[in-house]
């Protein structure tokens, strides 16, 4: 059982659509973070939220961090062929920060020319 | 700007073989991190090493034993290979005094046990 749950598990849409992923789970988080992977490559993070109802944008994606600190999810307006990639929430359980770092099982998005 | 290096990049083993999955960063990071990644399941954290001296178990440990050589290596160890070992691995670390900082990933390291 993940402690981070991620949905859609795959997600394929057209050019210029808008999309959703979620990223939930039952437990507080310190902080938040999502990180994008590319095939045969590591996971680089694109955006961390550390505050309750937060809100961060990076160009076309909008981030946002659930009141509780229990949930996130990020959504992306007018997708293009270059957002294509696995999308991966992760977080550090608790309130403090132990060190501990733990992934969802991760968002694979295919967005179609 | 080599950040964090994992050796090897490919491996092949016999079932019941031992290998030692190697890391190295050269960012002064304190916390260092081993997952595996197998389709359809994210990342999944095997060990972690909060600061130089300690080592945690993380979510899917078996099989596997960790060591914190110095504040620049941790290696992952496989004692007896097994078929539901062959996964890609990857290697991280970060400054994880303050919340939320960002973890940086090695190239990963793709185990094939046979």
């Known amino acids: 059982t993940q402690l981070l749950e991620q949905s859609p598990q795959f997600l394929s849409i057209q050019e210029g659509e808008n999309l959703t992923v979620y990223c939930n789970s039952s437990?507080?988080?310190?902080?938040l973070q999502w990180y994008r992977q590319e095939p045969g490559e590591g996971p680089v993070l694109l955006v961390t939220?550390?505050?309750?109802?937060e809100v961060k944008k990076l160009k076309r994606l909008t981030f946002q961090f659930g009141d509780a600190r229990k949930d996130s999810s990020l959504h992306i307006t007018a997708a293009q062929p270059g957002d294509t990639g696995l999308y991966l929430c992760?977080?550090?359980?608790?309130?403090?920060?132990?060190?501990?770092?733990?992934f969802g099982q991760g968002t694979t998005l295919q967005v179609k020319p | 700007n080599a950040g964090v290096t994992q050796t090897p990049k490919f491996q092949v083993l016999k079932t019941g073989q031992s290998m030692t999955l190697q890391c190295a960063q050269d960012?002064?990071?304190?916390?260092m991190y081993w997952y595996r990644q197998d389709p359809g399941m994210g990342l999944r954290l095997i060990y972690y090493?909060?600061?130089?001296?300690?080592?945690d178990k993380g979510e899917v440990p078996n099989g596997y034993n960790v060591s914190r050589l110095n504040k620049r290596e941790f290696s992952l160890r496989l004692e007896s290979a097994a078929p539901s070992q062959t996964s890609v691995y990857f290697c991280?670390?970060?400054?994880?005094?303050?919340?939320?900082?960002?973890?940086?990933f090695g190239q990963g390291t793709r185990l094939t046990v046979v």
């Open positions: 991280a670390s970060r400054f994880a005094r303050e919340r939320g900082t960002e973890a940086f």
């Open positions: 437990s507080v988080f310190s902080s």
């Open positions: 939220v550390v505050t309750g109802g």
């Open positions: 992760a977080a550090t359980p608790g309130s403090g920060n132990t060190g501990k770092l733990i």
């Open positions: 960012m002064n990071h304190n916390s």
């Open positions: 090493s909060a600061s130089e001296g300690t080592t």
